[in-house]
């Protein structure tokens, strides 16, 4: 059975943070399809901090499906005291002697200055060591024999840098500590097999690196939406859903996505307003959900222009798992006017709830998309409008379109993908 390692910190990120982002949704059902087939031997590791790690171990505690995989404590977690510094919740086991609360944030400190997430005898049977998006860690790179594997899911802040209010010069240190892309393709070298979860994100990265990466230790593994994203056809379930986030009675757009300048929403809002008014539409409403995210001040400046719809234009802020279904299956059409993405989860989500889409012709959008939803130019102002307007008016468009919806979003599993990952392992070692 071949021997895993696996960094899970983008999962201790988001127990901590309370909130699952797309990199963390991604890492989390890629773990859970690995583990489901049963050929491979997990353990997990945490390689950014000691805060960090303290939360992947209480992440693990809430899972109890992964009780037959250990997290490896860092090199340091071996002194007994530190095994016993847990985050609030974690209950461990009552230390020989407990530390003065100064006693321990001194010691917290020292453990966080002087983290080392593994040791050379944590690696002796490791056959594999897979990040789905950190640096690959020095010691991983430096021991003879380790298969090393990171997941590349875009490289958009360092190609399009002002989406990030980054400037053309930036350094390492520009980037947030705990999602530091430059710090993980610094760590890319020939030896690295690297897996994207589009061709465009691939094409990108082959461009950015040049040299430093081998074609034949690539692979191209699309991820899918979560199989509890579903047709939803109760009316109760739908308007109970409505009625939670403010949602007008009558037919709505959505758009779902961070409240950023990359997911272009000040043109999905203009192109709304400029619909509505020209064609006189008195019951539709614009949906937008999602949490706010860097420089969204222009999109409610924006919003500033249309005083008469501010009851129509919604922006519903985080939405909860279980109520996405409903949402996307109850809107007349899916609207995802991104500039650039990696991959562009939320149009397949749409797709597998059985909702029209339209989205941009970019990036990796036409190979989610494929030929199941209509594709613009992400500032085709007129063609946004009057597609909107063709599914407004057309029940018979919107059916055309929700079947192929559904027929596409057929072609993606989490089972496919942690398969095809299997399989890149193995080409690895084989």
Known sequence: ?????????????????????????????????LSELKVLDINFCSSLSFEVWRYCRQYLQQHPTHSRHSLLPPEMARHYIYQNLAPPGDNPKQPAFKPSAIAEKVLR??????????????????????????????????????????????????RYPHYFGLKKNFRSADFDREFNLLQSLQSIDPDTWVICPSRATLDDLGNYLNRRIDPDKTAVIP?????????????????????KYGIPRGPYILSLGTLEPRKNIVHL?????????????????????????????????????????????????YVADEDLSPLYSGALVFVYPSFYEGFGLPPLEAMQCGTPVITSNTSSLPEVVGGAGIMLNP?????LCQQMLAIYRSSALREELSARSLEQARKFSWTACARQTAAAYRRALY
């Open 1 to 33: 059975m071949i021997k895993l390692l696996y960094d899970i910190s983008l999962l201790g990120i988001g127990y901590r943070n309370r909130s699952i982002s797309g990199l963390m949704r991604t890492a989390e059902q890629l773990l859970f399809s």
């Open 109 to 158: 400190r020292l453990f966080e200055i002087q983290f080392k997430s593994l040791g050379r005898s944590d690696l002796a049977a490791i056959d594999l060591y897979h990040s789905p998006y950190h640096a690959v860690p020095r010691m991983v790179r430096q021991t003879v024999g380790i298969r090393r594997f990171l997941t590349v899911h875009d490289i958009i802040p360092v």
């Open 223 to 243: 991820w899918a939406a979560a199989d509890h994203f579903h047709p939803c056809r109760d009316a109760t379930v739908m308007d109970a859903v409505k009625l």
């Open 269 to 317: 809002i203009r192109s709304f307003a400029q619909l509505v008014a020209q064609e006189n539409l008195p019951d539709l409403s614009l949906v937008l959900a999602g949490a706010a995210g860097w420089d969204y001040g222009s999109i409610f400046e924006e919003l500033t222009r249309y005083p008469q719809l501010k009851q129509r234009i919604i922006f519903t802020g």
């Open 379 to 383: 500032s085709d102002h007129e063609g």
